[in-house]
């Protein structure tokens, strides 16, 4: 794929953000998450048969009734984790690995949970393949977190779950970040931020999404 089609893709993220920004309070991002976003080939974690759509900014299918969410989302949501270079990040659905691939840019350690086993086989071959050896994916329903290497610094999810599921709050570190989406299929859907201070937890609704359903068992 051609630098010109990073580039365009940059462009659009850029200019989601600004027409965005007075809802998610994001007018532009860290300079680290465009790096990030421009390091990893999205063509790499599309079928074949839509590598030519790989840098639109819309969401693909990946099989098993997933998908790999648009440019500009991923971005944002790896811009409100605030990663940092030695934090440790829990991804509860990795689908086709493309979000774990940007964090890994940013971040010392990426743990990435599947609950579809055919998805997490191909994702964790995938990723060694391109070489995102601080990326561990892992086959498992995520709504429980992997608590053996808690606390994380950041846990982000991809699956929209019917609400945020208390195991993956407890996993944050005392000043960690959760970015989630929240609300029923078919329904209304809001991206979350939750934020820990010490033992204190906030949430706030940053935008309205659209995401595939969380088909974990969630405990509120």
């Known amino acids: 794929?051609?630098?010109?089609?990073?580039?365009?893709?940059?462009?659009?993220?850029?200019?989601?953000?600004?027409?965005?920004?007075?809802?998610?309070?994001?007018?532009?991002?860290?300079?680290?998450?465009?790096?990030a976003m421009a390091a990893v080939r999205r063509e790499d974690f599309v079928p074949d048969k839509l590598k030519p759509c790989a840098y639109d900014n819309s969401p693909l299918p990946i099989g098993n009734g997933q998908t790999i969410s648009q440019p500009f989302i991923v971005a944002l949501m790896t811009d409100l984790l605030e990663p940092e270079p030695d934090d440790v990040i829990l991804e509860v659905g990795t689908g086709s690995g493309y979000q774990a691939a940007v964090l890994s840019q940013l971040v010392s350690k990426v743990y990435s949970l599947e609950i579809i086993p055919e998805?997490?086989?191909?994702?964790?071959?995938?990723?060694?393949?391109?070489?995102?050896?601080?990326?561990?994916?892992?086959?498992?329903?995520?709504?429980?977190?992997?608590?053996?290497?808690?606390?994380?610094?950041?846990?982000?999810?991809?699956?929209?779950?019917?609400q945020v599921p208390e195991a993956l709050v407890e996993q944050l570190s005392p000043f960690g970040r959760m970015v989630i989406p929240v609300g029923m299929p078919h329904l209304p859907q809001e991206l979350l931020l939750v934020e820990k201070f010490g033992n204190k937890v906030t949430s706030r609704s940053i935008l309205s999404v659209a995401f595939v359903p969380f088909t974990g068992k969630v405990d509120a």
């Open 1 to 35: 794929m051609s630098t010109e089609a990073i580039q365009a893709m940059l462009q659009t993220i850029e200019d989601e953000c600004r027409f965005t920004g007075g809802l998610t309070g994001r007018y532009t991002l860290r300079q680290e998450t465009f790096d």
């Open 119 to 162: 998805l997490a086989r191909e994702a964790a071959i995938r990723l060694q393949r391109l070489g995102y050896d601080t990326v561990e994916v892992i086959a498992s329903d995520g709504s429980s977190g992997l608590p053996e290497h808690a606390p994380y610094d950041g846990i982000i999810v991809t699956a929209a779950a019917p």
